[in-house]
């Protein structure tokens, strides 16, 4: 029988794989507590990384958004080589790690440039930046958008299929829009539930 997240230890669930995670994570039983943290902000704690303390408040899963693959950046944390800092924050918190990449619209991604928002090569959810993701020990990729990037669910859903057959076998995938990421005229459009059923249908696919 699998181990719940909830009895895994950091090393175990810092060096699980994909399936033996989904297996901990279902386990768990909703018991699982993520944290979503941006890591080209100023840490809360000052010389304590934001990652460190969310799961000092019981996180089990780290999420960072903002977080480019070519160009990693997390203040506070202890000087690594590139590829590095993902199993570095993993080491520090002993927990799983997750990024964002971001599946938007260019037309109107480009509305966010100069503000914190604003796109940068490694944040695409490319092949070629979940391929690095999964090579500096990613363990989920959430396909999104930060506010007003744009994010179409055509966009996410060939970003998902591309990227699953990269990497599926490796790491976790997950999808879905932010809050004000979408693109107006398209969730006019669709309902809630209509917009969610194509993401649905495919996760289960992945998690085969």
Avoid at 25 to 54: C, H, K, M, Q, Y
Avoid at 141 to 153: D, E, H, K
Avoid at 192 to 197: D, G, V, Y
């Amino acid at each position: 029988m699998a181990k719940r997240i909830l009895n895994m230890t950091a090393e175990e669930m810092t060096h699980a794989t994909k399936s033996e995670l989904i297996e901990a994570i279902a386990g768990s039983e909703g018991r699982v507590l993520a944290s979503e943290t941006i890591g080209i902000t100023i840490p809360l704690l000052t010389d304590v990384t934001n990652a460190e303390f969310a799961a000092s408040m019981g996180a089990d899963l780290i999420l960072l958004n903002m977080f480019d693959v070519q160009e990693p950046k997390i203040m506070a944390l202890p000087e690594v080589e590139k590829e590095e800092t993902v199993r570095e924050v993993k080491r520090l918190t002993g927990r799983m790690v997750g990024i964002n990449l971001e599946p938007v619209e260019e037309s109107y991604a480009s509305d966010n440039k100069e503000t914190l928002w604003e796109m940068s090569a490694g944040r695409y959810a490319t092949v070629e930046n979940a391929i690095q993701a999964q090579k500096m020990g990613v363990d989920l990729i959430v396909l999104t958008g930060n506010p007003g990037n744009g994010v179409s669910n055509p966009a996410i859903i060939s970003s998902l299929k591309a990227i699953s057959e990269a990497v599926g076998e490796k790491i976790m995938l997950a999808a879905g829009k932010m809050h004000a990421s979408g693109i107006i005229d398209e969730d006019r459009k669709s309902t809630r539930l209509n917009s969610s059923h194509h993401f649905i249908s495919y996760a289960v696919f992945c998690l085969k």
